[in-house]
């Protein structure tokens, strides 16, 4: 009977525990992944409530969320398409995988949607979906990275930064930096953390720094690793680099947080960097927490990669609903920081 009553109890209690776990874990995940990935609409939700309002309905495919930099780009394409400007945007995350984004852009054409944009996270292998759009008669604008397709009508236009020109802003003030310093005849020993493997941001800058670098004999690149443009990743790999190569001089980061994943590697290994450091840092972005540590003189150079985009695609989309003709390509500004100009940009700054 003792045997049996305990068995009922733990019957009994295990049930509620369970439960109560259950009850307790479900909700804390479930704000978590909200917390984490942000809050979006499901790619395969029907949009009836366009059809009701009349709204100009658009599928973005964001390439994922791996950066600072990459939150501010959704945020300005969310707050460009509101509702409030006519527009039902149906959001897609892709985590950083071509295969997610063509499975939300296959589904954003079964949808019937009115314009596709996106956000591609890498340049080639876009040429059987895009036509697929193209069939379907939907317009897609791409925006930050671009696509390497045969036929440029796949996409009607693309709005973006010049990446090639931000790696050769980059190898400039390096130039200028060395001649201030004097040591321009010095052997300079240069450790390249790359964003992506086959992104524009990746092979533009690579580009633009390398063609700056190939001017200069005692300019060593003594390796070039991706981090894929995170900071947790960067860290890993700066540690390692760190180890190799006590020598050295120069680190060019493609991004504001794999420097941040570095800066915090130098620290832990007692090396020093930035201003009157030796390792001097070279940082791609010019996001909000980077420019404090350029004002602070952490970080030596940030040359920037404006985010700021959504206004542009939405100009885009109110020509081509006014039947007008548009630019196959828009390039936004962008401007180089220093300890002397970051402080007076931060005021103004919105990421
Ligand atoms: O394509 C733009 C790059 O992608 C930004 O430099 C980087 O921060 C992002 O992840």
Known sequence: MKKGSETVKRIIFGHVGACIILLCVVPILFIGHQLFWGFEIKVDQTPAES????LIV?????????????TAHTASIQQALTKDAGYFLIFNN???????QIKAI????????D???FAPVIEDGWDTVLQEAKDAGIPVIVTDRMVNVQDDSLYTAWIGTDTREEGKRAGRWLETYLEQKQRQTEEINIVVLKGTIGSTAEIGRTKGFGEIAAQHGNWHILESVTAEFTANKAKEVMRSMLRRYPEMDVLISQNDDMTMGAIEAMQEAGVSYGEGGDVTVISFDATRDALEL?????????????????????EIIQK????????????????????????????????
């Open 51 to 54: 059809l009701e309002e009349d």
């Open 58 to 70: 658009v599928g973005f495919s964001q390439l994922g969320s791996e950066s600072g930099w990459r």
């Open 94 to 100: 892709a985590r950083q995988m071509q295969d997610n």
């Open 106 to 113: 296959r589904s954003f054409i079964s949808q019937r949607v």
């Open 115 to 117: 314009y596709i944009v």
């Open 294 to 314: 350029v004002k602070e003189g952490r970080i030596n150079v940030d040359v920037e990669c404006n985010p700021v985009q959504g206004a542009y695609v939405a």
């Open 320 to 351: 081509l609903e006014d039947k007008e003709l548009v630019e196959k390509r828009y390039v936004v500004e962008e401007n180089i920081f220093t300890r002397e100009n970051a402080a007076a940009d931060l005021g103004k700054r919105t990421y």
